[in-house]
């Protein structure tokens, strides 16, 4: 039975991920397959994680806020399913979106979410400020030695789950790792590729090769740095109530990146078509030979085998803007539906405001900033609209 290794690097924008400057990134690219487009389902921690475990869109696992909804009790997780075909199989968490709480634990015989509360003593998970919950983590060195001391005590095929949160506001890097860097938060992300790199060698340590290891990694959602990148929309260039990421989605926050590794993967691959992250579920499961999900997601397989396939149309939601305006300052947000669809001639993004007629359109090839709605001749429907 092949070991597996799940990396999720979370709030890492895509072009900082590819940028080439993250050694323990570029090594997994050399070993593996990059896919180049893939798209998050929401741009928050716990809803992100739970359509990558259950290959499921908000809409199916339950979770479509940010503090109001746990995983729904009939769906399945690919941790459940290693679990019953014999892994051990174990997570370190590293922030209040993958705390108990929400069900992300269903499959794991280990799962350590232990964080400190916020510097004013109160419980993270109480707290709807995506950006204040930034300061309640656990940081990349723990994260890593409590990963390999339960895979230290480990005997047969195992299930790693390592969350890295570093990347997340405040943006202040704890130490110069000998990345250059162009600002503090490509300094977090590269802060947490160095102990990414550690990890590796650990596990190399305990007589894991690298090569036999199946490894999965990506991000959840990425981050919206109010002008730090020409993507960016939050602050003063026009959406001031956009703490990083949580009500938007543009592509600063839905293009993640998305990485496979390990035996049934080719080494030094990229793929341009459009994929989705509810896909990393079943072709995990499909590369280990096992069962799969009732989910919205499909194999990546063919990717490997076949050496490409069709991209596929991704949807994004953000319910979060429900409650972020319930502080009274921003009476007016609404929650937002996307479909971005891209092949070899055309990449665009249909964005639906909730509840009002407001749709834009956004042509990604001539206009990849999402600087530009286009008008349309008829308003199409949203998602689930009827």
Known sequence: MTNVLFISLDTVRADVAYSGK???IESLRRRGTTFRQAVSSAPLTPISHASVFTGLQPAG???????????SKDVTTFAERLRAAGYSTGAVVSCPGLNKWYGMDRGFDFYDDEIPRLPDGSDPLTVGDVKMRGLALKR??????RACEWLSGQQGPFFLFAHFFDAHWPYEPPEDVGVAVDNPYEGEVAYSDHYLQQLFRRIEEMGHSLEDLLVVCFSDHGE??????PNDHSGALGHPYEEGHGCLLFDTTQHVPLLFSGPGVPGGTEIGAQVRLVDIAPTM???LGLEGLDCDGRTLVEFFTAGGGPSRPAYSE???PEERRADGQYPDLLPLAAVRFSDDADRHKVIWHIGSDRVETYDLLRDPHERCAEPLTERPHAPGER
């Open 22 to 24: 993250m050694p323990g």
């Open 224 to 229: 919206d740095l109010a002008g730090w990148y």
């Open 140 to 145: 990349a060195p723990l994260v890593v030695d």
């Open 61 to 71: 696992h339950g979770i479509r806020h940010l503090l109001r909804e746990q995983l």
């Open 285 to 287: 499961l499909d590369l």
């Open 318 to 320: 953000t319910y979060y």
